[in-house]
């Protein structure tokens, strides 16, 4: 039912194929975050303000799309159970988004990518271990948790994980480690209830703390752990998210650890990460990413110039930008605000599909270079990319001298 | 109407010649002279006579001059070089602060003698010194041989600035003699330099005779041993560095360095303090002007790097003193690409387990003072008479031996906080008690902390009880206050006093 097929290496970075059913994703890539309800009705495409535009473009809506087609955008989407209650719901609103699976509904039948539903671990652990809306508040077990991953129709699904953070002392860290790897057996028991891939979560910052998420997971499970699992997913990094070299480490090490214990097969989802971190993440061995940050930087007016740098929307030059967004007249006009009735999500929903081309076309860049097995091509991009990013080209430059050029290798060759 | 600007001459050649304040200038001019003419041998003599005035010889064999080629060595502003160091036309006018100057050129057959008679007497006295110009054919090599007679500089031509030791690391540092072109041209135009004092100016050694190619200390990139990391060398080879403007021109920057530490910067000859030189230095025809530390970046310190990036399109004042085109896009990109380039090398693995090693030895260091230190303390331990608490944790460590052994009742510490004002809470037979634990019972009223909250003092001694018979005489923040040392304790306030035990432990713990 689900397989990944590595079909080309350049150094620590890896090109691959996750066949999930029957539906192919290109790795290494990223999981656009998605809010499917956002408290709405069917007709509203489910609510949501910018949230809604981004459905829109995922659902062909022409009237959004200006007659486009932006699938390749949206090739695996990123949705989470936590944010079914968003929007204070009511329990019977609950009961009637989970009565249908997201495909099942008809603004959303063409909708051909791959879904990753995600437990909400994150959320539910904060909101004391449950989900509240309007209405009601519910307990959320691994049980209950999957039974809802599993009501949305996914292609991938997750066990309930307690994600940890930096604060927390040892023995806090333990317990929500062992909460998670005894979630994780309560999954792997229910794998067959699964059509799509079913994915593990860790946690961890460095080796030794994700030696002990593995460890504490392979000592509550029956079977080895690529038998109940066809992914790896690494969590806890978004507070990290801004520390580059604390992330490079720990993808770096979860990595290294999946190697020493034979599972370096599977692919490996780092969840919440996306931007500038991206492509180191990707040269030291990271398969696939979510993030709702091309959303978020449009809801604060910000227009992505590229991975590193954006400016406010109305600062853009949309002639300077290949996407396909911003080569539209239509999407042009609306990111200018020349239009009559345009709402602010109008407006931002172009500029969030616009950001989004641009994390989705350095991936796909990237993407060809890993196949073109080029080491050196790799490290020659992620410098170029780094070239002016003064603070950040040096984990840049640490990362491309450590693993794949050394700079200063050669012996004295001066004249004598 | 149009009017052409008028200069006057006479006072530009004094400002120009004034330009040059160093006497070793003239050494460096002379030497850049010397090598734009491809010399392969140069000597410089500064002789001095008896009445202290200074003659300068400068003898090469180079291309000699015709008589073009000595009119710009004389005029102001005519250098007829446009590629060479002394394109500019100023350098040679440092001369003109002098008695009397000779040339003697040979140039293709023509040996040409010039002499010019007191040029800076007459310049301050407003008038244009000329000079003389006599040809005839000879049959010899090319060469040139200038004489600078009663030569001043500056404050004065001081013989004892002038040591070789000086000149030596001023060639090195400051002029063509300290190049590093020869890192990156297989055709490189090497020039032997050959320095001459007379011995009344400095007779403590053999003349000066070195090259023009500056030479890192040798390598030494993993040496063995337990406090290496000061001798640990490491050489960034030559690099061509290429930056494009936004107009499409094309730059390059030519950059050769090292890494190291104190035993290796100090084989490094500098000029002026040797801790400050260090860092990245910008230069052009591969004679460094002014560094750039900004390019190593906070994380590091500038004083591990001597790097010289050259770059021709930089552009200098006429002392070549400093960097003219700051302003501009070149030395925006030259800077840009910099930071870069030193980047790869603050993150370059060697660098960085330079800098663990370096740390790792400062901390091994300070074990081994530590152990000294540890030592002393024991011997000072081991000959002292008995316990002497010098904070109130160790008063408290002696009241805890005073409980356990057999103390009249029982007193346990059930907190302590070291700064606060009533630092511990007292776990006692009645419950628990604020208590103030000092090393002194005096050193608490010097504080003139209030008691209002205190059930208890412990102490190791009562201290200066004359202070304390001073309070009682006068009165405690206000307030009558007794104490009794017989009974231990102290009685405070005016109506209803107050009764606070107190505990000294010094004769009670062994």
Redesign the interface.
Known sequence: MASFEIVAEAGEARRGQLQINDRTLETPHLFPVINFYGGGNEGALFGGGVHRTVKEFLAHDNEVTGGKEYSDLFRGVMTSIASLTDYGIREKKLEWYLGNEIREWECFSDYDGMIFADSGGYKILEQGGGLEGEDFEKEIDQDKALDMQLDLGPDIVVNLDHPIHPDDEFEERLEKMEQTAANAARFAERREEVEGACYLTVHGYYDAMLERSFDLVEAELSEPIPEAFDGIALGSLVPRKDNVEVLVEAVSDCKHVMQQRGYDDLPLHVFGISGKAMPLLVAVGADSFDSASYLHQAINGKYSVSLFDYVPIDEADFDACDCRVCNDDFHRARMRNEMDDLYQKDILGSVAAHNLAIQQRELRQFRQLIAEGDQDQVAGYLEEAA??Q?GF??FV??LI??RMN???E??????A | MHKTPQVNEVNEFIEIASDFEDPLEVIREALSNSYDAKATQVDIKIEQDDEGRNTLIIEDDGHGMDEDNLSSFFDLGNSNKDDAIGYKGHGTKIYYKSDKIQVETVKDGTQIESVMDQPWAKLNNRELPTYSVDRRDVDEPSRTRIEVHGFQAGQGFDPQQLTYNKIEHYIRWKTIGGSTA?????D?HAMEINVELSPTIDDTRQPIETDNRLKFPA?NVDPDGEFVAEAMC?????RELTVSLDDGRELTIEI?GMVGGKEARNKLPTYGKHSAQFGIWLAKDHIKVERYNDAI?A?NEFFHFFFIANCQELELSANREKIRNKSGDVYQAIT?EL??YM????????YRDYIERRKLEDKKRSIQSQESSLEERLERTRGADGLSPSNPAEVIALLERYSANGAPESLQIADFQMNDEVNAILDTANGYEHASVQVKLSDFFEEETPLSNIDRFVCWKLGDLDALTRIERTSYLGEPIRFDFQKGEIQYGSEEPELIPVLELDGKVT
């Open positions: 070239k002016d003064k080209r040096k430059y640490q001298n450590e050394p700079y200063f050669e012996t004295d060759t001066t004249y | 020869w890192h990156f041209s297989n490189f390598e490491k050489h960034y080879p030559p050769v970046g994380d840009d930071d870069r980047t790869k090398v603050c993150q370059e693995t060697w």
